[in-house]
């Protein structure tokens, strides 16, 4: 999978797979924070974040730094710092409980995974590369522009057969402007064969053989 994201990302084609921010921040060798959780467990997220903004003393009693995973239809005990069991937290060290359940949680828990993608993907786009770029650019680069500019749109068709100001013409644009952008990303699939537009705008359209082709109306 990682090495599918990569050549995607070096031929400039747009892949239909959306990532969590963490993922995104994982590949790049950005840092992990609190926040990126919010979009991967909420309910994990909500509770550390009670954690950090009040006492916990009467809240959380006997707790050690451990964790609760899944495994082979089980559960197993993990510790989230060396000699987590025996660590109670407190509100003296509840900081550092919420960072390592947070990076547990978005990594730790499933690094093999993780590890494996990002090894596929710097295989295609060397890591002395990708470190130059955000979280955001990456996601970007790797997914195209998930909003579709409708004018973008009408400014790189060709229109063949047809005129710019035909009746035929400027009902299709006004129905696409009418239409949600999941509709918009229907028509675009239907038409050409990718839900998405390239970073490059309509410009830089690519078609079923990777070239690229202008969008036509005809």
């Known amino acids: 999978a990682g090495r599918l994201c990569g050549l995607g990302m070096y031929w400039e084609i ?30 994990l997220f909500n509770s550390l974040k ?3 903004e009040n006492d916990i003393t009467d809240v959380f009693i006997d707790m ?14 993990v510790e989230l710092i060396p000699g987590g069991s025996d660590i109670i937290v407190t509100n003296e060290n509840k900081m550092i409980y919420v960072n390592a359940s947070a990076i547990d949680r978005m990594y730790m828990s499933v690094k093999e995974q993780i590890d494996a993608f990002i090894e596929g993907f710097v295989d295609i786009i060397p890591r002395d590369l990708i470190q130059f770029f955000t979280a955001q650019e990456i996601e970007l680069l790797m997914c195209g522009v998930q909003e579709i500019d409708v004018d973008d749109w009408q400014r790189n068709t060709y229109y063949r057969l047809l005129n710019r100001d035909d009746t035929l013409v400027r009902w299709f644009w006004d129905i696409v402007r009418e239409s949600s952008n999941e509709i918009r990303s229907k028509i675009l699939q239907f038409s050409t064969g990718t839900a ?4 490059g705008g309509f ?5 079923s053989s990777g070239n690229v082709r202008i969008f036509e109306l005809y």
Not at 196 to 199: A, F, L, R
Not at 203 to 207: D, K, P, R, V, Y
């Open 14 to 43: 747009p892949v239909p797979v959306h990532f969590t921010r963490s993922m995104y921040k994982l590949i790049v060798g950005d840092h992990l924070t609190l926040a990126d959780l919010e979009a991967v467990d909420l309910t």
């Open 50 to 52: 009670y954690m950090m």
């Open 64 to 77: 050690p730094f451990t964790v609760e995973r899944e495994f082979f239809g089980g559960a197993q005990t």
């Open 196 to 199: 998405v537009v390239p970073v």
């Open 203 to 207: 410009a830089m359209l690519q078609g």
